[in-house]
């Protein structure tokens, strides 16, 4: 029972809506600030009448702050554009097994569906975390969709979570079950033919059950809460309860005492006897029947319909087929639940306040007894000028308070323009004129337009408003238990770059809050392989929410990688070592075109498309498109060249795979070791002298090789020096996951704010607080040229990761 409104017989007390309180507070502070000068506290003194009149019109304010939210808004829908709905900020991507099933279960031909693990056949296989498998039920009673299983990856790969995938999708063809016995049915039953179709929806429930969908309403008269409701992805069809959902699990085997239960719990159902389960012309069983793992059950209606026999009081009965299909086909009509939804129906909509004018001020001076000669009333035309003069200045010195309240009750009044942040608008002060507001002050104003004119001016943005606005933003983001750090505005600056610094932030802060139903709900989410990658829309919800958190700018934008998409294909052409090593060109041919050159070699595994950088050759050297293709050869896109001496070259692909630059890291030097037949290697690493690596892109060095010692500036191989590299790259041998919970960011460090070291510290500890915690970031700077070539790469993959 609902609790009625009434308004309470006591006022508040030690509050701003109680009079008494505020008089005698305001008594108590005249005492401590005039007590020696000002000792009659009585009604009868001028001083006291004012401070009443004070006292009751802040009650007044008091009285309008103590509206509900809605009111403070008013009617402005723009400011209700910025409180998020439950169904928008508490709902998020699919991240639980049990999320997944319900994206799926949502789709229209989709019965049920359920999610694995993909198990390695092989224990010398290493098969990455991550990987699921899904198996998809078909809806009967909706028609079949010829390309269902491509409806299911694309709504699954929308919601995929980072580093996760989806190896395989299945959808299961349907494995017929028949059941047979004899059904002793109660004498009192009326009518056979709907007993024995309930009997028939009963087994079938149990063999598939139907998954139900619920309204909003629904749901909250069975007693869930809010927060319950809407902890989950959004569906298309309604809400799914999580208790239900986890009853029905994929069974792979049939009980005869579970299903003679089900069965006993029609009304009119008296023994079931001789109970036989089987699917086609398979052995049945009567304890135990194991259901083929391929495929998911239904009953054999027809089937079951023969090889059951009803009795009564030992009797065997004839059962009108007809009939009886008739009833079940409608019982089974009935579980089709799926429709969309009403907004109303899956969301619980904020009601619009009330327009209270809440600005609208009468002014104190109205409130004074009549013998004082302001307010509306006024003097007498026949009263003398010494009192027309004292009147006024009691007018002046009133005006004060009213000018102070009034802009407080505007200030009110604009509740919805200081916690906004879907516009422009960063002041955070108001104010109102007392024009037509306060009688008689045309009569004390020097100048009614310099009078507004100061208004305006004082209403203007200042450094003030800046620092309240950024605490108001401040305030709406630990709601949401978020903070925003100074440090993204990089180096410190002084003067006027403070203002603008001030002015960044509050937009970054404007920003992040306008996308937070989005980077929220979906910080764990992967971007959408299934359509083309842009930066700006589809890419993981923890890219857009580092860089709002950075403030990133056009010219710092960086990359992020799932290792667990770089997992090995079927598909794959080269391994990680053919990409920066180099290959030998025996000699240099014309072709009878005449428009390309071939190069000779002993072997290579180019294919044509390819681009190849020509080396060691000078009137040949630069970047060519493979063209054509044999087993001891391949043509480059240019012509024969007969002023060239040297016949020989070596060649390099140079659309070097993404894993390269994150799998492995650069060698800046290659020279001679004190240690003969040693050569030193300048890198950063986190080597050990026995530790075995690979080396790439260093033709005379690319190899496997063991590290003979260690330097904080490099490390040493055993092989002897033969000349001077300024690139290569650097890789562990020894074999390790590469692909499981781990991410990969990077970030130009040539490029804007990221040339101040601070700025970088701050990316990085950023980075590692927003990354979820069961995932492991690596984070990785490049110059310009590397992350120009990894730019390059990174396209190349997403482009054939769409393919797949």
């Not at 069975?222 to 309860?241: A, S």
């Not at 009137?619 to 044999?630: F, K, M, R």
């Not at 601070?758 to 990085?764: A, M, P, R, W």
Request: with cysteine.
């Amino acid at each position: 029972m609902s609790t009625p409104v009434t308004i309470p017989k006591e006022v508040p007390q030690n509050s701003a809506l109680s009079y008494d309180f505020l008089r005698s507070e305001g008594i108590k502070t005249i005492q401590q600030l005039a007590g020696d000068s000002w000792t009659d506290h009585n009604t009868h003194d001028p001083g006291i009448t004012i401070l009443e009149q004070l006292c009751y019109t802040i009650t007044d304010l008091a009285y309008r702050l103590d509206y509900d939210i809605q009111d403070l808004l008013g009617n402005n829908l723009e400011a209700y554009n910025e409180m998020y709905s439950p169904a928008t900020i508490l709902t998020n991507s699919a991240i639980t097994w049990s999320d997944l099933r319900k994206v799926v279960i949502d789709i229209k031909g989709v019965k049920n569906a359920w999610i694995e693990k993909v198990i390695p056949e092989d224990d010398t296989v290493l098969t990455p975390k991550g990987l699921y498998k899904v198996i998809v039920e078909k809806d009967d009673l909706v028609e079949a969709t010829s390309n269902l299983r491509q409806i299911v990856k694309q709504r699954l790969l929308a919601c995929r979570s980072l580093c996760e995938d989806f190896e395989e999708i299945d959808v299961f063809d349907k494995q017929k079950i028949q059941i047979g016995g004899t059904i002793e049915v109660s004498a009192q039953s009326d009518d056979i033919s709907r007993l024995v179709a309930d009997l028939l929806f009963k087994i079938q429930s149990y063999l598939s059950p139907a998954i139900r969908f619920y309204t909003l309403q629904e749901l909250l008269h069975k007693n869930k809460r809010i927060d319950e409701i809407f902890d989950g992805p959004v569906l298309e069809h309604g809400f799914i309860d999580d208790d239900e959902l986890a009853k029905h699990d994929r069974k792979l085997e049939i009980h005869a005492s579970d299903l003679i239960k089900e069965m006993m719990d029609v009304k009119g159902v008296v023994t079931v006897q001789e109970l036989l389960i089987q699917s086609g012309v398979s052995d049945g069983k009567n304890w135990v029947f194991y259901l083929d793992n391929t495929k998911t059950p239904t009953l054999d209606v027809k089937a079951t319909l023969q090889n059951l026999q009803f009795r009564i009081q030992g009797l065997t009965i004839t059962i009108n087929t007809e009939q009886v299909l008739h009833h079940y086909n409608n019982k089974l009509t009935s579980l089709i639940t799926k429709r969309v939804l009403r907004p109303t129906e899956k969301d619980r909509l904020i009601s619009i306040g009330k327009d209270r004018n809440i600005a609208t001020y009468y002014s104190l001076q109205n409130q004074f007894p009549v013998n004082y000669g302001i307010g509306e009333s006024g003097l007498p035309d026949s009263t003398n000028d010494l009192r027309k003069a004292q009147t006024k200045q009691l007018i002046a010195y009133l005006t004060l308070f009213d000018q102070l309240l009034a802009n407080n009750f505007a200030q009110v009044s604009n509740f919805h323009k200081l916690v906004a942040f879907g516009d422009n608008n960063n002041t955070t002060y108001a104010t109102q004129s007392l024009v037509d507001i306060v009688p008689g002050l045309q009569d004390i104003l020097v100048s009614k337009e310099q009078y507004e004119t100061y208004l305006n001016t004082s209403n203007s943005l200042m450094q003030e408003d800046l620092q309240r606005k950024n605490k108001f933003l401040n305030h709406l983001l630990a709601r949401f238990g978020e903070t925003f750090s100074t440090a993204a505005l990089g180096e410190h600056q002084e003067g006027n770059q403070i203002a603008n610094n001030a002015q960044k932030l509050i937009e970054d802060k404007k920003r992040f809050l306008q996308q937070y139903p989005e980077i929220s709900a979906y910080r764990g989410k992967g971007f959408d392989y299934g359509k083309s990658y842009t930066k700006d829309e589809n890419c993981s919800g923890l890219e857009k929410r580092i860089a709002l958190k950075l403030g990133i700018e056009d010219t710092e934008q960086f990359l992020m990688v799932e290792h667990l998409l770089l997992r090995p294909q079927s598909q794959d052409k080269h391994s990680l070592e053919t990409y920066y090593q180099q290959g030998e060109i025996t000699g240099l041919e014309v072709v009878d075109t005449q428009t390309n050159t071939k190069c000779m070699v002993t072997q290579h595994n180019l294919v044509v498309g390819e681009q190849i950088r020509i080396v060691q050759n000078e009137t040949y050297a630069g970047i060519y498109t493979v063209q054509h293709v044999n087993e001891e050869s391949f043509e480059i896109d240019t012509p024969f060249r007969t002023e060239g001496i040297n016949n020989t070259a070596n060649w390099q692909r140079i659309q070097p795979d993404v894993r390269h630059h994150l799998f492995s890291e650069p060698i800046t030097l290659f020279e001679a070791s004190p240690n003969t037949g040693h050569t030193i290697c300048t890198a950063v690493h986190e080597l050990q002298a026995g530790d075995t690596i690979t080396i790439v892109g260093a033709h005379e060095y690319d190899g496997i090789h063991t590290v003979t010692n260690t330097t904080a500036s490099g490390f040493e191989i055993g092989v002897a020096f033969d000349q001077e590299y300024t690139s290569g790259r650097y890789m562990r041998s020894e074999e390790k996951d590469l692909y499981s919970l781990q991410l990969s960011f990077v970030f130009p460090k040539g490029k804007g704010r990221y040339k101040d070291p601070v700025f970088q510290n701050f990316v990085e500890n950023t980075v590692r607080e927003e990354t979820p915690v069961h995932l492991m970031p690596y984070i990785h700077w490049f110059d310009d040229q590397e992350m120009e070539d990894f730019t390059i790469a990174h396209k190349d993959f997403m482009a054939s990761k769409q393919q797949q």
